[in-house]
């Protein structure tokens, strides 16, 4: 027990140094007007995506200081940009991104860059954070999150401008690419893929009566919507193009000890599953492209093996598992593809700090953590869940007249000294989309599924109330322009399970959302599409860059170790080590491994199975930063090649793309057998 408390307070003492640092960098936005828009007679879409998967050695974000620093990427992180235009009115773009969460910065930074070349207004924009706890951190818009996200404390500026670059890329792309479209929507339910893991939380909620009979299982939401889209081709006729998915599931699949490649985690492999089935079967002239954005994942855990330890095979055969009812839904949305599609939007700037109470609704003008969010969440947190106040479901039980009722506070009353109000995140873009029949309310929280779903019933019986009866899925979706802990049901928050102790602005705040989405619903009924957002803004940033210094390996590139089998008990796999640029040089955003074949007396051709390039762009191939030569600047990769499927009489080879001045490069061929 002495030793847990010594480790409590190293934590306590980690906690109040990073709370103290001091800002060194202002960023400044100045609204700018888009480019007129073009006329267009009916329904048009463009999508397009960009890497975004950084150099190694950045914190990943996810688990705080249970995080770790990347060493490379088992699958790339991706921006998805989908840009939708109705025959009479202003377009929508939405963006998904395999990052934790978006950013009220980025947001900004990426309005400033595609403004004088799109017609997207920064209202119509909403940029996604799939929440997976194996991409960067240190790019939020406030300093508490930039301070305990990741593993380290501070706002990387170039992450933030790499973001934000290939995000607008993305958009830019979209939008030039734009032609007619089809659209259709629809929803299907995935069973036994996810599991409540705070069912004692849920089941203090007032409209739960069977509590008897609810288990974990049961205790989630499974609902899968979807927005499939056709593209009209050159040839005029529509081709599948790709797809927005919606679904309830925490990204959380690998255990934080060994997170130490980039990935999309368990999304990866829906998005990839759809894609991959689109081109095979359809073989469109655009490659196709799913996004897959989390709705009420905040107590909704992946549902894997009990006593299976957990690694990329499990999240694998999860994701393939949850792939195929994407799949099917795509397939059966083919009936109902239309070109009379309505698109609308609606936004508003509110800083929460000014205007705390909306309609009578109320929260807390102090932000707070609890005590609860240093345990973590059940079955991912630290040592500390296992004590009380940190462990879940211990709340103050006496003094609860103040605006956060039960929640044990993290240093008591002296918690607004080390965590000032305006250190929390508090500038709340408020945004409700209309996509055809679907009403998406964009949230930068992690909404928890009870919570979601009297979100969505307020706003559907608020429609209906309004004879806006066109809608038939409203969506509320997380961790959209911001990142801002979760929101709970306020019986939830009672018992302050780590949800509820991560709830900041205390019991009332999905009430207080409900009222901000039943305003901008009432406002775009009145005045349709539009937006209130602020003119011009700064932010205050302690900035601190852990991108690898600029060094130049002189040079050349050659093998370390020639192809091995490693017959590993959890994914078998090819592995190929060489020795290359400096990390700083090799733009890990760039296509960079892919495998060739050949058989005796024929030239080596790019690996397809099934139809599908075997390379670093899917989900069975990782490139991973070994260690840099403190001397040359060299450094020392190995790519794996997992689950390979080779043939007997074929010779293969791992072939690394151009970088600056090296030219493509070839490892030692091996056989199949």
């Given at each position: 027990m002495i030793l847990l408390l010594k480790k409590a307070l190293f934590l306590f003492i980690i906690v109040l140094l990073c709370a103290c640092s001091k800002t060194n960098i202002t960023l400044q936005f100045q609204s700018t007007l888009p480019q007129p828009g073009q006329p267009n007679t009916c329904f048009y879409a463009g999508i397009a995506m960009t890497d975004i998967t950084p150099p190694p050695g950045l914190p990943l974000a996810g688990y705080s200081t249970l995080s770790s620093d990347s060493k490379g990427f088992r699958t790339r992180l991706k921006a998805r940009a989908f840009y939708f235009k109705p025959a009479d009115g202003k377009p929508v773009v939405i963006v998904q991104c395999d990052l934790l969460s978006g950013s009220r910065i980025l947001h900004h930074s990426v309005s400033e860059k595609i403004a004088h070349r799109t017609d997207v207004d920064a209202s119509g924009l909403v940029i996604y954070g799939s929440h997976t706890h194996t991409g960067p951190g240190n790019y939020f818009s406030s300093r508490f999150y930039n301070s305990f996200a990741s593993n380290r404390s501070g706002f990387d500026h170039q992450l933030y401008q790499f973001l934000s670059t290939q995000i607008a890329t993305a958009i830019i792309k979209a939008y030039e690419n734009r032609r007619p479209a089809q659209l259709s929507t629809g929803v299907t339910s995935v069973y036994h893929a996810t599991r409540n893991r705070s069912l004692p939380a849920y089941l203090n909620n007032k409209t739960i009566t069977a509590t008897q009979k609810m288990d974990r299982l049961d205790a989630v939401n499974p609902l899968l919507y979807m927005i499939r889209v056709d593209i009209q081709s050159e040839k005029g006729t529509y081709e599948p193009s790709g797809a927005i998915s919606f679904f309830s599931i925490h990204p959380n699949a690998r255990p934080q000890h060994l997170d130490n490649l980039y990935s999309g985690d368990i999304i990866a492999y829906m998005e990839r599953d759809l894609e991959n089935a689109i081109l095979k079967k359809y073989h469109p002239a655009q490659l196709p492209i799913h996004a897959v954005i989390n709705m009420t994942h905040g107590d909704n855990n992946p549902n894997l093996p009990e006593n299976t330890p957990e690694n990329f095979q499990t999240a694998r055969i999860l994701g393939h598992t949850i792939g195929k009812k994407v799949i099917e839904l795509f397939e059966q949305l083919s009936q109902s593809l239309k070109t009379d599609v309505q698109i609308l939007f609606r936004a508003e700037d509110i800083d929460v700090l000014q205007q705390n109470q909306i309609n009578g609704v109320r929260i807390c003008e102090q932000p707070v953590i609890g005590c609860s969010v240093l345990g973590g969440a059940k079955g991912k947190g630290s040592f500390l869940q296992h004590i009380p106040p940190f462990a879940p479901g211990w709340p103050k039980k006496w003094f609860t007249g103040s605006c956060q009722e039960t929640k044990q506070k993290v240093l008591g009353p002296f918690h607004p000294l080390f965590f000032p109000k305006h250190h929390y995140p508090h500038h709340l873009l408020a945004q409700v989309i209309q996509i055809d029949d679907v009403m998406l309310l964009p949230v930068p929280f992690e909404i928890g599924y009870e919570a979601g779903k009297r979100m969505a019933q307020h706003v559907d019986a608020l429609s209906h109330k309004m004879k806006k009866t066109h809608i038939k899925h409203v969506i509320p979706t997380a961790c959209a322009n911001g990142y801002w802990g979760y929101v709970v049901t306020g019986e939830e928050y009672a018992l302050q399970y780590y949800e509820g102790g991560h709830t900041l602005y205390g019991p009332n705040t999905r009430k207080y959302l409900s009222e901000i989405h039943g305003n901008l619903l009432k406002a775009l009924i009145a005045s349709g599409s539009g937006g209130a957002l602020m003119t011009s803004c700064q932010y205050e940033m302690k900035s601190?860059?852990?991108?690898?210094?600029?060094?130049?390996?002189?040079?050349?590139?050659?093998?370390?170790?020639?192809?091995?089998?490693?017959?590993?008990?959890?994914?078998?796999?090819?592995?190929?080590?060489?020795?290359?640029?400096?990390?700083?040089?090799?733009?890990?955003?760039?296509?960079?491994?892919?495998?060739?074949?050949?058989?005796?007396?024929?030239?080596?051709k790019a690996l397809e199975i099934n139809g599908i390039s075997v390379n670093d762009n899917g989900y069975d191939m990782a490139v991973i930063w070994l260690d840099t030569d403190s001397d040359s600047f060299g450094a020392t990769y190995e790519a794996r090649w997992y689950h390979p499927k080779t043939q007997s009489k074929e010779l293969y080879r791992f072939v690394v793309s151009p970088r600056n001045t090296m030219d493509t490069f070839y490892s030692s061929v091996f056989t199949g057998e």
């Open positions: 601190t860059s852990f991108y690898p210094d600029n060094k130049k390996y002189q040079g050349k590139r050659k093998e370390y170790r020639s192809p091995i089998f490693m017959n590993d008990p959890q994914e078998s796999y090819w592995s190929f080590q060489w020795i290359d640029l400096h990390p700083s040089q090799i733009d890990f955003h760039l296509p960079l491994i892919h495998m060739s074949h050949k058989q005796e007396n024929t030239d080596w």
